[in-house]
């Protein structure tokens, strides 16, 4: 099984016409995923064909879906229409809204998450690289032949780490891997991501990658504590980040002793998590607890 994304996902892209949107489309379909459709206003009514296969554009998130079935749309639109976007794929209905926009301002950022879950859409990112579920689906951005499918979950602020992790684990492979994005506001965090994984029966152990900055990992933290069974490991990105500076994604600012990498390993590692010192090491931890090991801050 997976979470949120599987082989029997129909989805649309928003933004398909354009430049990301074909050169990542194109790169979906590769792997496997079953888009059905793109969205574009302007060119409702056309057909783009990628290799072998003829994918039509709709008018609107509503069109696409009432004619394919869709039930998740990517959006690859820029960062100014990007709130109209996901508006639009609330209104309609759909499941999941992918959002690999980057620079969305954090105000459009709030108020279209905030009315996706009014109208029961879960909005993953935005500015983040989407998810894959190895050999059955991959929406969005993510590499999808560095990998295969195996027992780990993987959610992730950082979308290169996400792409390491999946690398340094490919010979054991994952349910699904999950890119929330790394901006002051995301739709789906990784408390959210938790407990799917938790509910997911393929799904052994799970890795949670995070970053200097506010407390989504402490938050995490205290629900691993509370109701998560299966072991869980961790990598915190940041620990030579200075002090009150920004680093990189926008919500990776630190202010006082608030937000550290120090401080969020702590928490973790208090909630019984084994927190590796690099990517590297945390891949070890990984393979180590799948073996059976159970050295200190392992979940039995």
């Known amino acids: 099984m997976a979470i949120y994304l599987t082989k029997e996902s129909r989805v649309l892209v928003q933004g398909m016409t354009?430049?990301?949107g074909m050169r990542h489309t194109r790169r979906m379909l590769a792997a496997g995923t079953d888009v059905v459709g793109g969205v574009n206003p302007?060119?409702?009514?056309?057909?783009?064909?990628?290799?072998?296969?003829?994918?039509?554009?709709?008018?609107?998130?509503?069109e696409g879906m009432e004619h394919?079935?869709?039930?998740?749309?990517?959006?690859?639109?820029?960062?100014?229409?990007?709130?109209?976007?996901?508006?639009?794929?609330?209104?309609?209905?759909?499941g999941l809204a992918v959002v690999i926009t980057e620079g969305i301002p954090v105000h459009?950022?709030?108020?279209f998450t905030a009315y996706a879950r009014t109208r029961g859409t879960r909005v993953i990112g935005p500015n983040c690289p989407g998810l894959?579920?190895?050999?059955?689906?991959?929406?969005?951005?993510?590499?999808?032949?560095?990998?295969?499918p195996g027992p780990i979950g993987l959610v992730s602020k950082s979308g290169t780490l996400t792409y390491q992790l999946m690398h340094e684990l490919r010979d054991t492979g994952f349910t699904t891997c999950v890119g929330i994005g790394g901006d002051p506001v995301t739709g789906t965090t990784h408390t959210d991501c938790l407990a799917a994984f938790q509910d997911d029966p393929d799904t052994e152990l799970i890795v949670l990658?995070?970053?200097?900055?506010?407390?989504?990992?402490?938050?995490?933290?205290a629900y691993i504590r509370d109701h998560v069974t299966k072991p869980v490991v961790g990598y915190v990105a940041g620990f030579t980040a200075p002090e009150g500076r920004t680093m990189g994604h926008a919500g990776a600012i630190v202010s006082g002793s608030s937000g550290?990498?120090?401080a969020k390993k702590e928490a973790l590692e208090a909630a019984g998590v084994r927190v590796g010192s690099t990517p590297t090491e945390t891949a070890r931890?990984?393979?180590?607890?799948?073996?059976?090991?159970?050295?200190?801050?392992?979940?039995?």
Do not use: C, M, W, Y
Request: charged share 25%; aromatic share 4%; proline share 6%.
């Open 285 to 300: 931890h990984v393979l180590a607890v799948l073996g059976g090991e159970d050295g200190d801050g392992v979940r039995a």
């Open 260 to 262: 550290t990498a120090r």
């Open 68 to 94: 394919t079935g869709a039930d998740i749309t990517v959006v690859f639109v820029p960062p100014a229409f990007a709130k109209t976007a996901v508006v639009e794929a609330a209104d309609a209905g759909i």
């Open 108 to 111: 459009d950022s709030v108020a």
């Open 209 to 221: 990658i995070g970053e200097i900055g506010g407390d989504a990992e402490e938050r995490a933290a």
């Open 18 to 20: 354009g430049a990301e």
């Open 42 to 62: 302007r060119k409702a009514g056309r057909t783009v064909n990628f290799d072998e296969r003829a994918v039509p554009v709709f008018g609107s998130v509503h």
């Open 132 to 148: 894959i579920s190895p050999g059955q689906s991959n929406a969005g951005i993510i590499p999808p032949d560095i990998t295969k």
